[in-house]
């Protein structure tokens, strides 16, 4: 089951905040977070796994809501290099992500 | 360590014929997934190895296949082409799965005419 991801598209200025959200309608065991700039392969940003652990960039926070089965990546005072399609893919334990449609994030300067 | 490699990247083929694409993972890893990727659709899993076996299949039809060698190099094969098969195929590495970070590679863009 693909995750789904909000919003579609976000538009920002240098410096603004943002949130994306990530919700499955299954149990997760693991929900994994990617950057993609347009013609370059999904950049690693941060695991996060059912019991609490994360694993990530120091810059990049997120959360998961296990009960809820949903992850929100903050993106906090966003620099011009944040543009990008983010992903989230989602872990039910078989070894396999499935990843959602992404959330293309464009900052102004 | 040398990242997750893929050959060819750019590849044009015509509908009918059939087409492989290789992978070489991350040293040490030995699970191996690919996906495919077209505009609108995210990345969708085609299918995961892991120590040459087949772990998981996404929901493709069966011109898709794959296989994993003993040193964990990994290849995927499209027969049949048809048009809606132009995509970016990506594949990713990791050591063994479940609580392990995914590496992608730069992917191989195939285009059928």
């Known amino acids: 089951q693909q995750p789904v991801q909000s919003p579609q598209a976000v538009i920002l200025r240098e410096g603004e905040d943002a949130v994306i959200n990530c919700s499955s309608s299954k149990a997760l065991y693991s929900v994994h977070w990617y950057r993609q700039k347009h013609g370059e392969a999904p950049v690693f940003l941060m695991i996060?796994?059912?019991?609490?652990e994360q694993k990530g960039h120091e810059k990049i926070s997120a959360s998961f809501n296990e009960k809820k089965q949903q992850s929100s990546l903050y993106l906090t005072a966003s620099q011009l290099s944040y543009s990008g399609t983010y992903f989230c893919?989602?872990?039910?334990?078989?070894?396999?992500?499935?990843f959602g449609k992404g959330t293309r994030l464009h900052i102004l300067p | 360590k040398a990242g997750v490699t893929q050959t060819p990247r750019y590849l044009i083929k015509t509908r009918g014929q059939q087409v492989t694409l290789s992978c070489s993972p991350i040293?040490?890893?030995?699970?191996v997934s690919w996906y495919q990727q077209t505009p609108g659709q995210g990345l969708q899993f085609l299918f995961e190895?892991?120590?040459?076996?087949?772990?998981n299949k996404g929901n493709f039809p069966g011109r898709f296949s794959g296989r994993q060698f003993s040193n964990s190099r990994s290849e995927m094969n499209v027969s049949t082409l048809e048009l809606g098969d132009s995509a970016l195929y990506l594949c990713a590495s990791r050591g063994r799965g479940g609580r392990e970070t995914q590496y992608f590679g730069p992917g191989t863009r195939l285009l059928v005419l």
């Open positions: 996060l796994l059912k019991g609490g």
């Open positions: 893919g989602t872990g039910m334990g078989d070894d396999k992500i499935i």
């Open positions: 190895y892991f120590s040459e076996t087949q772990r």
């Open positions: 040293s040490g890893h030995r699970s």
